[in-house]
C-alpha cells in the first residue's frame, strides 16, 4: 500500500536514537523530498532498521550517522553513512550472506546471528530493488539502496 517513506524513517529514528546516545554517537537524517511509495511497510522497516541497527553496533565511541532519503521520478533512494570501523575490501561480496560476519571474536562479543543484511538484501530484492556496499576499514561505511516508487505489494 502507499506509504509515506519519510514518516517510516523518522519512526525507525525516532527508536534508535536513544541505542546511539548511549554510545554518543550523533544520528542525522536529511531529507530531500517527501516520497510515498507502495512498499510493504513491516519489511521495509525491518530492512532499514537492520542497516542502522549495524551502523550504531559497528561504529565507534562518539561517532555519527547520517541517513538520508532522496527520489527522482522512478525510484527512491535510502543512503546510511557511519563513521566507524569499515568492512575489509575482501569481505564485502560476503556480509549479506547468511550467518557470514567479518570477525568472528569481535562479532561474537557485539552479538548478532549474522542474518541482519541477509534480511536487508531480501526485502530490498523482493522490492525489486538493488543495495550496494562501499566501505573503507577505519573510516565508516556506506549503505545505499534504491527501490522503484512504482512496486506494489
Ligand atoms: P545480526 O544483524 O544478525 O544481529 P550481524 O550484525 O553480525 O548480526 P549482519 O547485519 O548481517 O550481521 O552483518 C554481517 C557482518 O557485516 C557483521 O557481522 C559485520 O562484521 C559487518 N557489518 C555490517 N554492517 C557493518 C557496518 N555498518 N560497519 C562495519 N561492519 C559492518
Ligand atoms: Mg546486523
Given at each position: 500500500s502507499s506509504i509515506n517513506i519519510n514518516e517510516l524513517l523518522e519512526q525507525i529514528l525516532k527508536r534508535l536514537?536513544?541505542?546511539?546516545?548511549?554510545?554518543?554517537?550523533?544520528?542525522?537524517?536529511?531529507?530531500?523530498?517527501?516520497?510515498?511509495?507502495?512498499?510493504?511497510?513491516?519489511?521495509?522497516?525491518?530492512a532499514i532498521s537492520n542497516l542502522i541497527e549495524n551502523a550504531i553496533k559497528y561504529n565507534i565511541e562518539d561517532g555519527w550517522i547520517r541517513v538520508s532519503l532522496n527520489a527522482d521520478h522512478k525510484y527512491f533512494f535510502i543512503k546510511v553513512s557511519d563513521s566507524g570501523i569499515g568492512i575489509p575490501e575482501d569481505a564485502q561480496?560476503?556480509?549479506?550472506?547468511?550467518?557470514?560476519?567479518?570477525?568472528?571474536?569481535?562479532?561474537?562479543?557485539?552479538?548478532?546471528?549474522?542474518?541482519?543484511?541477509?534480511i536487508t538484501k531480501n526485502v530490498i530484492q523482493m522490492h525489486?530493488?538493488?543495495i550496494k556496499v562501499y566501505s573503507k576499514e577505519g573510516e565508516g561505511t556506506t549503505f545505499n539502496v534504491r527501490i522503484p516508487l512504482n512496486y506494489i505489494v
Open positions: 536514537r536513544p541505542i546511539a546516545k548511549n554510545r554518543n554517537i550523533e544520528m542525522i537524517y536529511e531529507s530531500f523530498r517527501p516520497v510515498i511509495a507502495d512498499i510493504d511497510e513491516v519489511k521495509l522497516s525491518l561480496d560476503y556480509i549479506f550472506e547468511r550467518f557470514y560476519r567479518v570477525d568472528k571474536a569481535r562479532s561474537r562479543e557485539s552479538g548478532g546471528t549474522g542474518l541482519g543484511l541477509a525489486r530493488g538493488a
